[in-house]
């Protein structure tokens, strides 16, 4: 009952941004334009100067295979705005209302990111004020406490899944793998504003340059599916619990604002229906339906 109430809660926060920051592939009315181009060396241009406030970043490919994102990152690393899966013919755009200071601007080529500076210059704006300032501040505060429970329901059930790997239930871990992914694919967009933190968790295999390296739900779901034993698994369940822990306590420190939660949806849906749809996600386990449920809870 507790899950269900705070999922209507998120799914109003939702439905209230969207509208109060207008379709978010086509930027934000009033907003200052930014064209950014993706090209073999990363962004361009690689320094962007613009006035505080509104701003859209209008994304599109200029032709190269070796880059489809564009990030925008605060001074911490923390992600606050991004455009995935631009490729030729395919555009990418998302708005941020920025305060004065400077941004790391990131189109990672495999071999770089963090190319790029952005300058937002000038007085931060008073916050507006008004019905929909109360409804936008409303949402995003729910959605808030929303993600919090999420990770709390994520980090015990990561407790679970990795001691049935510790003990050598290979059934057990089975049955809790989709279930307790779930809990992260609902808040993913705010774990992949972590950079780094997302790839250690949630990782495939295509997504690392060394198999040494890979780790996470879906090295684990490689054993258990693939050679049906936990024995090897002992290790990377405790870097999950680890990271999972560093989620949560990065979650309690994370500032949003409006413009992000209608920013992750339509990214978070757009990958649905151009990646996870294909099976890619849980490709030993086929437990993609359970990817989507939450996806789309979380949304």
Known sequence: MIRATIAIVVATAAATVLAACGNSTSGKKGSKQIAVTLTDSGCTPQHISVASGPVTFNVTNGGTSKVSEMELKNGDGVILGESENVVEGIKGSFSLNLDAGKYVVSCPTG???????LLASGTAKAKPKGASAALLEQATSGYKSYVEAEVALLRAGVAHFAGALESGDVARAKELFGPV???YETIEPVAESFGDLDPEIDARVNDVEKLSEWSGFHRIEKTLWQENTTRGTEAYARKLRR??????????????????LANGAVELMNEVANSKITGEEDRYSHTDLSDFEGNLAGW
Request: charged share 30%; hydrophobic share 30%; no cysteine.
């Open 181 to 183: 992914r779930a809990h």
């Open 111 to 117: 071999d770089a990111e963090d190319q790029g500076t």
């Open 243 to 260: 990271d999972v822990d560093t989620l949560a306590r990065k979650v309690r420190t994370l500032q949003l604002q409006p413009a992000q």
